[in-house]
């Protein structure tokens, strides 16, 4: 059997989506699932192929990821085996990277995710931030590289945990301005550092900020949850 879904011209607030697709080939025990979706700045894609047994578990991979922007590129370097219990609601998908001339965003551990608990570990190295600008605030110009690593959790009944190390060097971070004709209102700086962990009294989060013309300063705080 076949299905096809073609969406044209969402809209979702301020956001745009001009398009979206799901190509669905294949029967219960065997098929493949291709999805992609594309906004005036972003275009991605995903394939999961797999099959779904008896008991509602599905086992399969999701292969052929891509994401492509205006500055960067990005290739799954593998696929990787997926693995969703209807039943528990629960999905678990094994470590890969998406991989594009220098950069790459990787799950280095498998993913565990469930209403009754989660588990993620990520790394970034030379990661494009503009390839995330659809996620950004209105007006939100920011120019560089991220790299760094997090890891995350959470379990029903528990505060959710972090420990993330995250930076980014020579780049650009400001405001467009009100009127189009005028220049946007930006920063450069030489280093913006986040350092956010899991302690007893909360989440203790420091921002770091070195910039060429202002100079250093720091935020430490601690967020209690």
Not at 14 to 23: E, K, M
């Amino acid at each position: 059997s076949q299905l096809l879904v073609d969406l044209q011209g969402l809209h979702a607030g301020a956001r745009q989506i001009q398009s979206a697709s799901l190509n669905f080939a294949g029967v219960q025990a065997a098929h493949v699932l291709d999805l992609s979706v594309k906004t005036p700045t972003v275009t991605a894609a995903t394939q999961l192929a797999g099959g779904l047994d008896n008991d509602l578990q599905w086992l399969g991979q999701l292969r052929n990821g891509q994401l492509d922007s205006r500055k960067i590129k990005l290739r799954q370097d593998r696929p990787a085996a997926l693995i969703w219990n209807t039943n528990a609601r629960s999905a678990q998908l094994d470590p890969h990277c998406g991989v594009s001339n220098g950069s790459r965003l990787c799950v280095v551990e498998p993913l565990q995710a469930s209403p009754a608990k989660g588990y993620a570990a990520v790394r970034l190295q030379n990661l494009e931030i503009a390839t995330f600008r659809d996620l950004m605030p209105t007006g939100m110009i920011w120019q560089g590289k991220l790299n760094g690593q997090a890891i995350g959790g959470w379990q029903q009944g528990q505060a959710p945990t972090l420990d993330a190390q995250i930076y980014t060097d020579s780049g650009v971070i400001g405001l467009t301005a009100d009127d189009p004709q005028d220049p946007p209102l930006t920063v450069a700086y030489q280093r913006l550092s986040l350092v956010a962990s899991t302690q007893g009294e909360g989440m203790r989060v420091r921002v770091d900020a070195l910039t060429p013309n202002i100079g250093s300063g720091y935020i430490d705080g601690v967020i209690d949850p």
